[in-house]
């Protein structure tokens, strides 16, 4: 595996095909998206720390939740989930969010880091029928 270079583009950090902000962006509108399948399940805060909001989605596994820029979400949390500002944090870490993902979008045990994924031309094919 080659080593990666990582450069300042602007004021921001580049991989040399997406930026640290735009990995961001799309990491709350992905969040926020799983949470418009689930509104039942998401309540949200507003301006938990000065513009941003605070969505939770509450799962059987526990919460998992992240801040998203209020001038980019409002308007979709305002219109499609409940403002509860009295929700508590049940204490849970990026780590156990991102397990908490994993295990929901298909029983995972956690998700595995991208670092740790096979180059998928090493791996055996299976034989016909299996």
């Not at 998206?33 to 689930?38: D, K, P, S, Y």
Request: hydrophobic share 35%; aromatic share 12%; net charge negative.
């Amino acid at each position: 595996m080659e080593d990666k270079t990582f450069k300042i583009v602007g004021n921001d950090i580049s991989d040399g095909y997406h930026t640290f902000g735009e990995l961001y962006d799309h990491r709350c509108a992905l969040f926020v998206a799983l949470c418009l399948m689930r509104r039942d399940d998401v309540v949200w805060k507003k301006d938990h720390y000065e513009g941003w909001d605070c969505v939770y989605l509450k799962t059987n596994l526990g919460q998992i939740s992240y801040h998203v820029p209020a001038y980019r979400f409002r308007s979709v949390l305002e219109h499609n989930f409940i403002r509860d500002e009295s929700f508590e944090y049940d204490g849970h870490t990026p780590t156990d969010a991102l397990h908490r993902l994993g295990l929901l979008i298909g029983g995972l045990h956690s998700v595995v880091p991208v670092n740790h994924i096979p180059d998928a031309t090493k791996m055996a094919k299976p034989e016909a029928g299996e």
